[in-house]
């Protein structure tokens, strides 16, 4: 097997007397997309934020392209190629829709010596790539101002400008209209054909089904199991995810 582009060995997470995570091992290979799933409070969204750097695992190690990494911040994730798209998304509701996309790599032009803010490319470079996540949404809207779903597209735009090599996702369809979806697994299944590995937390199974070579399931803060999604039929895809969440066993539904 190629080497994983990520891997965890052992990883625990506690916070205080809660154990979030315990003992997790996990890989991830270069262009996969790997499925999170897992009840409410099962540790998917700890799992993440270590990943991106925004909590140390409390023991375990973790590697990413062949190397030991310890990331001390997200920005420090992002360096290595990892980016992250936040359950409660982390945007900057003051700004405009621009601003937010291009926060920390934003485009400057110079006069002389001076080096401004080019807000006109900005705007241009966003409306763009607004359309290519099939939404006309305006750079000049101030995003406090937006839906649920249009932040959400404003968040994924943002994480596509630092050309990640891991791309993580937390619930990103939970605001989205059923069209917007669409085009979000599409958008999912483009950065796979090149070469970006992606990890998708979703509570829609038939979301997860679609674009995941694999589904990992988490129980309690523990690798509950995993599922090949093509394997079988989608519904006993579908009753094996439950089964495996739950800790239900299979075949004994009435
Ligand atoms: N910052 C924190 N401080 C204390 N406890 C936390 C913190 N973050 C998570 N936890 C706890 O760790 C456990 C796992 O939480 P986590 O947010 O990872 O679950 P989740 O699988 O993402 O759930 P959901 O599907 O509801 O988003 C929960 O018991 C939660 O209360
Ligand atoms: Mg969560």
Same mark, same amino acid.
Do not use: W
């Given at each position: 097997?190629?080497?994983?582009?990520?891997? !965890?060995?052992?990883?625990?997470?506690?916070?205080?007397?809660?154990?979030? !995570?315990?003992?997790?091992?996990?890989?991830?290979?270069?262009?996969?997309?790997?499925?999170?799933?897992?009840?409410?409070?099962?540790?998917?969204?700890?799992?993440?934020?270590?990943?991106?750097?925004?909590?140390?695992?409390?023991?375990?190690?973790?590697? $990413?392209?062949?190397?030991?990494? /310890?990331?001390?911040?997200? $920005?420090?994730?992002?360096?290595?190629?990892?980016?992250? =798209?936040?359950?409660?998304?982390?945007?900057?509701?003051?700004?405009?829709?621009?601003?937010?996309?291009?926060?920390?790599?934003?485009?400057?032009?110079? $006069?002389?010596?001076?080096?401004?803010?080019?807000?006109?490319?900005?705007?241009?470079?966003?409306?763009?790539?607004?359309?290519?996540?099939?939404?006309?949404?305006?750079?000049?809207?101030? +995003?406090?101002? !937006?839906?649920?779903?249009?932040?959400?597209? +404003?968040?994924?735009?943002?994480? !596509?400008? $630092?050309?990640?090599?891991?791309?993580?996702?937390?619930?990103?369809?939970?605001?989205?209209?059923?069209?917007? =979806?669409?085009?979000?697994?599409?958008?999912?299944?483009?950065?796979?054909?090149?070469?970006?590995?992606?990890?998708?937390?979703? /509570?829609?199974?038939?979301?997860?089904?679609?674009?995941?070579?694999?589904?990992?399931?988490?129980?309690?803060?523990?690798?509950?199991?995993?599922?090949?999604?093509?394997?079988?039929?989608?519904?006993?895809?579908?009753?094996?995810?439950?089964?495996?969440?739950?800790?239900?066993?299979?075949?004994?539904?009435?």
């Amino acid at each position: 097997m190629p080497q994983p582009l990520l891997e !965890l060995t052992g990883v625990s997470k506690t916070f205080g007397p809660v154990t979030a !995570l315990d003992r997790v091992d996990m890989q991830i290979g270069a262009a996969e997309a790997v499925g999170l799933i897992g009840d409410n409070g099962a540790g998917k969204s700890t799992l993440v934020k270590i990943l991106s750097g925004l909590y140390p695992p409390t023991t375990g190690s973790m590697r $990413f392209d062949g190397r030991a990494v /310890h990331f001390g911040s997200p $920005f420090e994730a992002r360096a290595a190629g990892i980016e992250m =798209i936040y359950q409660d998304l982390a945007l900057c509701g003051d700004l405009d829709v621009a601003a937010n996309v291009f926060l920390g790599r934003e485009r400057k032009k110079s $006069f002389g010596p001076i080096r401004l803010l080019d807000r006109t490319t900005m705007r241009e470079d966003a409306r763009r790539v607004m359309r290519e996540l099939g939404t006309d949404i305006a750079p000049e809207r101030i +995003v406090g101002g !937006l839906s649920g779903g249009q932040r959400q597209l +404003v968040a994924v735009a943002r994480a !596509l400008q $630092f050309q990640p090599r891991l791309l993580l996702l937390d619930e990103p369809t939970a605001a989205l209209s059923s069209e917007k =979806i669409r085009v979000l697994m599409g958008l999912i299944e483009q950065l796979k054909a090149r070469g970006v590995s992606i990890l998708m937390i979703s /509570h829609r199974f038939t979301d997860i089904l679609h674009v995941c070579d694999r589904i990992v399931v988490v129980r309690q803060g523990r690798i509950a199991g995993e599922l090949a999604p093509h394997a079988q039929p989608p519904e006993r895809t579908m009753a094996a995810m439950h089964a495996m969440m739950t800790g239900d066993a299979l075949g004994v539904s009435a």
